[in-house]
């Protein structure tokens, strides 16, 4: 069928099927809707946040949207379709203001008005194109089911970066980019033809990243900020599975190093101070915003029990100097909540140097499947800590990401149903004020997110559509002329 045809003919069905709320009850309340977007803040630009009535009761939904000066937009149906441009012209005029949300909804042939909401704009912009992230399966096996996938946040269009079926028998882990940028990133693909795959230098290379000086492959990297050394973990690690009620799964170090990757040279730099020891973990680094420090997490397995209930890890620090290539010869201690029980995961500096954002859990180091897991912000220029308890949920919070200006944070949950990870997007002020966090918006979000049986994870923001050669990565993945790391 022609397209304009098709848009006419749609166009035409929606007018037909819409209706003039009448006979309308008020309600003191205002309404419960899925997503929960009452009170949040937004970029203006963002995709529209379309949403509909949260019980599937209603059969309409009539949604009124306002800026203060008066300018509006109307949708209709079982849930809110706003045009795209009509609604980033909106969020344009609202910013440092508030959208105004009316919402009348249709239950049998009873129509209900409820108490307005409203929407911030924030004058801080998103400064990002849109999202990288991994959707898996929610197998603990399933490999050929997932991939890499970008999606533009100004709309609702996603593309794949490398999925599982461009290779057999391959896992493909978190893509992981320098500070956004879609022309400098890595991702580590496992299976019988893995490797590591780096874009740099306007080159795409995949590296065999084991050898003798170093435990396993290179994960969980952090790109230092001028683009050349990549800072990651190398671990043995085990899954187990377990009787303890909510943590069903466990994954946890058998040993973990930190080293720093050098793109340029293919060499792995270490340091005795952090890799003497097989009874001291070290995993999860982070460098500085100015590339001056790698943060990580540790546990001194040898003061503790074999139990993984009592493995808590702490957020420590070590200098590095990149233009010697050399790591410092001191540890810090950041943060120890030893003393509260709980475990340090995934530190993320912000890029204007001014926070450190973490996962905090009851033990161990992998808190996508503890639903204690929370989200923890340390605010560097005086060390002031908080657990961000408005940004926080009654089930998992885990792997999170900084926009380039600090000001907005990606992060995912299973707060929606306990059993998928979703994406959720919040604000942060310069001094660590977070708004409630909104959902990743979809077209349709509750028809989408009841089919998606995805989890995502690993999220991160991309300051430009990311273009791959799947078939060029998979090819040079399956070779045996890997550069080899020294």
Known sequence: MNKHLFALLTSFLAIACSEKPHNIQEIGT???????????????????????????????????????????????????????????????????????VEVRAKIKKQWLSFVPFYIHVSNDSLDAYGLTYRRIEPGYRVFNMMGLYERNLSNFDETDIFVSSELVGSCVNCHTANRGSNEQFMFHVRGD??????????KTEVVNTKC??????????????????????S????????????????????????????????????SDLIN??????????????????I???????????????????????????????TFGNRIDTIVDLRDQ?????????????RFIMFTACDYGTFPIWHKEADLWLLRLSDNKLCRIDNVNSDDTESFHNWSNNSRWFVFSSRRD???????????????????????????????????????????????????TDQKSISSKLSSSNKIQVK
């Open 30 to 100: 205002t309404p419960e809707i899925y997503p929960d977007y009452i009170g949040v803040e937004i970029p203006a630009g963002i995709a529209p946040l379309n949403f509909s009535m949260a019980s599937n009761s209603f059969s309409l939904v009539d949604v009124i949207v306002s800026s203060a000066d008066g300018t509006s937009i109307n949708s209709q149906g079982l849930a809110t379709d706003f045009d795209i441009d009509d609604w980033h012209a909106l969020t344009q005029k609202a910013k440092g203001d508030s959208l105004k």
């Open 295 to 325: 943060y990580y997490c540790s546990e001194d397995y040898a003061s503790q029990s074999i139990e993984v209930t009592d493995m808590h890890y702490i957020l420590c620090s070590i200098d590095f100097d990149a233009e010697t290539q």
């Open 417 to 467: 149903d306990g059993l998928f990870t979703r994406l959720y997007i919040a604000h942060c002020d310069e001094n660590g004020v977070c708004s409630k966090p909104f959902m990743l918006p979809q077209r349709n979000p509750k028809e989408y997110y009841s089919r998606l049986f995805n989890s995502y994870n690993t999220p991160d923001f991309a300051t430009g559509k990311v273009v």
């Open 193 to 202: 033809n893995g490797g590591t795959v780096v874009r740099s230098n306007g």
């Open 341 to 353: 029980h709980l475990s340090i995961a995934l530190p993320r500096t912000s890029p204007d140097g």
């Open 212 to 233: 003798d000086k170093i435990i396993g492959s290179l994960v969980y990297p952090s790109w230092h900020p001028d683009g050349r050394f990549v800072a990651c973990s």
């Open 235 to 270: 671990n043995s690690t085990r899954q187990t599975f377990n009787m303890i009620k909510d943590k069903r799964i466990e994954v946890l170090d058998l040993e973990s190093d930190v080293v720093v990757y050098d793109t340029e040279n293919h060499n792995i730099i270490t």
């Open 276 to 293: 003497k020891t097989d009874t001291i973990f070290e995993t999860f680094p982070s460098f500085s915003a100015d590339g001056k420090k």
